[in-house]
């Protein structure tokens, strides 16, 4: 199995392209069956298969070109193209018929294709390049997955390939799921973080002096901080983005500020803890920079 989303990154394929795609791909989708009969008809003929064949490949594999095809035009990676391809080809054709060029073939057709559509479609010369390119990312991405499912194959590594992918594919499901319930939490309790600030701040309103009530709110509002910063982090996780280390680097920042937020408050006069404190925000602080300018490069 492939992991779509690192593929995606590998070819540079970002969400501005994925937009690019989605603004065209909207004017396509009632093109699916016209894409599918095209690209059959071509392999077809161009490689001079009998009726029987034909006939065969597009009542048995044509809805994967098609499912690839929805895919494509909505901006996302898809291995369909994978199945349409090499299961058929191999099911009729040894090994050695089954060369590289043959599919570049193929690719170069369908890539003359979306071409096409993309330059009756664009409205000015630059969004025809922008949409342009973000197309051929993802064909470039669809034929290595197809060049890379052949070479396993011809080495005879299938089975135990098989096996990796469905170990892969089913932890990455497990993997979604902790993410899932992860994400459930952290809303719970960020709902529960609100609650109680309001409520401390309502509580104390008449209480306590303006200052001590404005130093207070600040420490639960940091809380509140801390969880929309790892929500935040556990959603771009599951949209594919990498695991930035810095998200907990600045919940250790903010719990240090809050401790000292807090001592402050108690007017405490161990003035030696207060200052390892100050020292501990500085350093983390210094560390949480540095992570963020290496994150953001």
């Known amino acids: 199995m492939f992991r779509l989303k690192e593929l995606s990154r590998s070819f540079d394929i970002g969400e501005r392209d994925q937009d690019n795609i989605r603004r065209i791909g909207v004017s396509l989708i009632d093109k699916r069956e016209q894409f599918v009969i095209l690209v059959t008809d071509y392999i077809a003929k161009k490689y001079d298969m009998p009726t029987r064949v034909k006939e065969m490949m597009s009542k048995n594999y044509s809805?994967?070109?098609?499912?690839?095809?929805?895919?494509?035009?909505?901006?996302?990676?898809?291995?369909?193209?994978?199945t349409f391809l090499m299961d058929f080809n191999l099911s009729q054709y040894s090994h050695e018929y089954y060369i590289d060029d043959r599919m570049s073939n193929v690719f170069s057709f369908i890539r003359t294709y979306f071409m096409e559509q993309i330059y009756n479609l664009a409205h000015t010369d630059w969004e025809y390049q922008e949409v342009s390119k973000s197309f051929s990312k993802m064909l470039d991405l669809s034929q290595y997955m197809v060049n890379h499912d052949y070479l396993i194959h011809k080495s005879g590594l299938k089975s135990d390939i098989r096996v990796k992918d469905y170990v892969i594919k089913y932890a990455e499901k497990f993997s979604v799921m902790v993410h899932t319930l992860?994400?459930?939490f952290l809303v719970v309790m960020t709902m529960g973080a609100v609650t109680y600030f309001v409520y401390d701040v309502f509580n104390t309103f008449d209480t306590v002096p303006?200052?001590?009530?404005?130093?207070?709110?600040?420490?639960?509002?940091?809380?509140v901080w801390v969880l929309g910063e790892l929500l935040h982090s556990e959603i771009q996780m599951l949209r594919g983005d990498s695991f930035k280390i810095s998200i907990f680097v600045g919940v250790v920042l903010i719990a240090f500020i809050r401790d000292l937020l807090i001592m402050t408050l108690k007017h405490d006069e161990n003035y030696q803890f207060s200052l390892l404190l100050l020292l501990g925000v500085l350093i983390i602080g210094f560390v949480y920079w540095l992570l963020q300018r290496v994150e953001k490069k």
């Open 63 to 82: 809805h994967h070109l098609g499912s690839w095809f929805d895919a494509i035009i909505s901006g996302k990676a898809s291995k369909d193209i994978v």
């Open 182 to 184: 992860l994400i459930l």
């Open 210 to 223: 303006m200052n001590k009530l404005f130093i207070t709110a600040l420490g639960s509002l940091l809380i």
